[in-house]
């Protein structure tokens, strides 16, 4: 047996190519499809329905959320509290969630236990009624939530900005106020779940030990669900395949004061692309070098250097239908002009001197190690596919990026720099005081 020398540091060696353990695809009768991978050492499965229900298809703000929210709160045969204890009783873990583009009905459960746990996911998705009184506890719960949550820099300028990028009658942009919660119907959140928790454009992700009777039972318990009448009100989205035209502002500085802030909350960004584009991967370096990781320029400046925040980073953001740039903060009120200055210095930096060697090294190795850690276990890989797949790519794209890292330079990305990170095209949010 080879004895290991524990005074020598061991080989390392850079990642060149990977490949990724594939989604494989069946399709229910009612043709939904179904990807599934099989990894893993457990005897456990989680499965996850993703309904085309989310922001960007609601007919009306908020509509989707409270549908989400309300799915399992009751059907015709259980109440909210049957389906938690059911739930509990089987040791499977539910979640729900909506997104910019879908909405998402998941569940962790052991194989042994799927069939009586699936059963329970069908008759939420078919069956649930929307119970009158737990519809009152939601809607006063969120409204206070956005009540409390409205005083918040950070939640308002989170909203403020996505309004100024996409424009308040995007789906993407619309800025949720108090009236909203006044106009949301019960009826409104239940025609909306009915039309769109169906088959049509609906895909089913498993991973973990997935076997043919775990295939079996999707097919038995979804695939009954049917095609839906089309969606009213669906003229409220519009089709931006590009990205262009939002009716959102093209740059410019924002003010939303409050007078009492003790903090202030900054927002810079502009459009950019979706997943798909050609320079999207090599974008994903330009920012971790800027602003994309705890050892960033931002944070090396702004919170290590000035001591301005706890925290800064940057973000390039991909949906289905858009992507945008966005630089984001929390600074004390008094150092916000400062703050801001200094973001733009390092923009600045980005565009006219080239990153070092040693340091793009460093970016390289953490970006690659981070890679490695997002496709660690079976439902990793499940969300590596459908990173994937909502944008209309296939795992060559994985390749891409990894090559794209190894291989960019310093002088391509201050080209990059200089062609996507104008600050005269950048807006610049400020919540609080300036």
Not at 83 to 110: C, K, Q, R, W
Not at 338 to 354: G, H, P
Not at 390 to 415: A, C, H, Q, V
Request: net charge neutral; hydrophobic share 35%; charged share 25%.
């Amino acid at each position: 047996m080879e004895v290991v020398d524990r005074n020598k540091s061991p080989q390392v060696n850079q990642i060149k190519k990977i490949d990724l353990l594939r989604a494989s695809e069946t399709k229910l009768k009612n043709g939904i499809p179904v990807y599934h991978i099989k990894a893993g050492t457990q005897d456990l499965v989680k499965i996850e329905l993703l309904f085309p229900a989310g922001m960007w298809h609601q007919t009306y703000p908020l509509v989707g959320s409270a549908a989400s929210t309300m799915l399992n709160e009751g059907t015709s045969k259980r109440s909210a509290k049957e389906i938690s204890e059911m739930l509990d009783y089987y040791g499977a873990f539910l979640h729900t969630e909506i997104t910019h583009d879908f909405a998402v009905v998941g569940v962790h459960s052991l194989n042994k236990h799927l069939p009586h746990v699936l059963s329970v996911i069908e008759e939420l998705i078919s069956d649930s009624v929307f119970p009158q009184d737990e519809w009152d506890i939601y809607l006063q719960n969120k409204r206070q939530s956005f009540i409390v949550n409205n005083k918040k820099v950070s939640f308002v300028s989170r909203k403020k900005f996505a309004e100024l990028l996409f424009g308040n009658d995007h789906p993407y942009g619309h800025n949720v106020m108090e009236d909203d919660f006044d106009k949301l119907k019960k009826e409104d959140a239940y025609n909306f779940y009915k039309k769109t928790y169906t088959a049509k454009g609906t895909i089913i992700v498993a991973a973990g030990n997935v076997t043919d009777s775990t295939l079996k039972l999707i097919e038995k318990y979804f695939g009954c669900l049917p095609q839906p009448p089309p969606l009213e009100g669906a003229s409220r989205v519009k089709v931006l395949p590009n990205g262009e035209d939002l009716g959102g502002a093209s740059g410019g500085s924002f003010l939303e004061e409050k007078k009492d802030a003790l903090q202030s909350a900054i927002r810079i960004g502009k459009m950019l692309f979706t997943k798909p584009h050609p320079d999207y991967c090599a974008m994903q370096v330009v920012n971790t070098i800027f602003g994309g990781y705890f050892g960033s320029r931002l944070m090396a400046n702004i919170r290590e250097d000035k001591g301005y925040t706890y925290g800064i980073g940057s973000a390039v953001v991909s949906f289905s239908h858009a992507g945008y740039f966005t630089i984001s903060t929390e600074v004390g009120a008094e150092v916000t002009k400062d703050a801001i200055k200094e973001i733009y210095f390092e923009l600045s930096r980005m565009q006219t001197e080239k990153v070092s060697e040693s340091e793009l090294a460093l970016v390289r190795n953490y970006m690659l190690g981070a890679f490695l850690r997002s496709i660690d276990g079976p439902f990793a890989l499940a969300d590596r596919f459908k990173g994937i797949y909502f944008s209309g790519l296939d795992y060559d794209y994985y390749n891409t990026f990894i090559e794209t890292i190894r291989t960019i330079t310093p002088e391509k990305i201050m080209e990059l720099a200089n062609k996507y990170l104008k600050k005269e095209e950048m807006i610049e949010l400020v919540v609080g005081k300036k």
